[in-house]
C-alpha cells in the first residue's frame, strides 16, 4: 500500500492563475479530508468527502475554492484565480471507515507559491 | 462546538530534560483524542491516540476527561523529538467524523 498520494509536491502559479491538487486516498479508503498549513500556523481543515459527496465543507473558502471526489479518479482540490495569500502547503488525508475514532491517514502535501 | 487549544506555540527544552505539551479540548461528547507530530519535510504521521493507550518513542498521553487535557509528555527528550506537535480530536458532526486539530506546537531540543 503506498500510502496516501498527492501530486505535484510543488505547483507554482502567478495571480489569476487556476490550481488544481490531486489526491489519491490510500487502497480501501473512502473518506478524504483536504487541509491547508500557512506558513508557520497550524493544519486548518477546509472540506471532508466521500465518493460523489461533499460532506462538510465548513472550513473552505466560500469564492474561488472547489473540491471534488469523483466516483473515479482522485479527489481534486481546485483555487481559481488564485491570490498569493493562496501560498501553503496543503494536505489530503484519508480514512477507512466512518465515524470517530478513524485515524486519518496524510499525503506528503503540495507547496503551492503564487507569484 | 469541538475545540482544541494548545497554548505553547514553541516549546524548548534541553536533551534529556522532561517535556510536556499541552492539550485541552472543549467537547460534549465522550471524544477521541490523538497527537500527530509533523518532522521536518516529513508528512503528518499519527503518534498516539488515547484508546490505544500506549507509549510511543517513549510518549504517553492520558485524557484527563475531568480537566478536559490530553497533555503529551516524555521523561528524556531527544533531539530526534524537534518536530511539530499536534493535538486532534474526533467527533461531533451529523456523522461524528469532524477532526479538529490544535494550531500545534513547535517542539525543539536543545543540545
Known amino acids: 500500500n503506498a500510502g496516501v498520494m498527492q501530486n505535484p509536491r510543488h505547483l507554482v502559479r502567478r495571480r489569476g492563475q487556476e490550481a488544481r491538487l490531486r489526491c489519491s486516498p490510500m487502497k480501501g479508503h473512502s473518506h478524504v479530508y483536504w487541509y491547508r498549513q500557512l506558513p508557520e500556523e497550524g493544519l486548518k481543515f477546509m472540506v471532508y468527502l466521500q465518493k460523489e459527496n461533499i460532506i462538510d465543507e465548513s472550513g473552505m473558502p466560500k469564492e474561488r475554492f472547489s473540491a471534488e471526489f469523483p466516483k473515479e479518479g482522485p479527489s481534486i482540490l481546485r483555487i481559481q484565480q488564485v491570490v498569493r495569500g493562496d501560498s501553503a502547503a496543503y494536505f489530503c488525508a484519508s480514512s477507512p471507515s466512518l465515524g470517530g475514532g478513524s485515524e486519518q491517514f496524510f499525503g506528503p502535501g503540495t507547496r503551492l507559491t503564487v507569484l | 462546538a469541538q475545540r482544541v487549544t494548545q497554548p505553547e506555540k514553541l516549546l524548548s527544552v534541553f536533551k534529556g530534560a522532561p517535556v510536556e505539551l499541552k492539550c485541552n479540548y472543549s467537547y460534549s461528547g465522550s471524544p477521541e483524542l490523538f497527537w500527530y507530530v509533523q518532522y521536518s519535510r516529513q508528512r503528518l504521521q499519527l503518534l498516539l491516540r488515547?484508546?490505544s493507550r500506549e507509549s510511543i518513542k517513549g510518549f504517553t498521553a492520558d485524557l484527563n476527561k475531568g480537566e478536559t487535557s490530553f497533555h503529551l509528555k516524555k521523561p528524556f527528550a531527544q533531539e530526534e523529538d524537534s518536530a511539530m506537535y499536534y493535538c486532534?480530536?474526533?467527533?461531533?458532526?451529523?456523522?461524528?467524523?469532524?477532526?479538529?486539530f490544535g494550531p500545534g506546537t513547535r517542539l525543539s531540543v536543545l543540545p
Open positions: 488515547h484508546i
Open positions: 486532534a480530536l474526533s467527533g461531533g458532526g451529523n456523522y461524528g467524523q469532524n477532526f479538529v
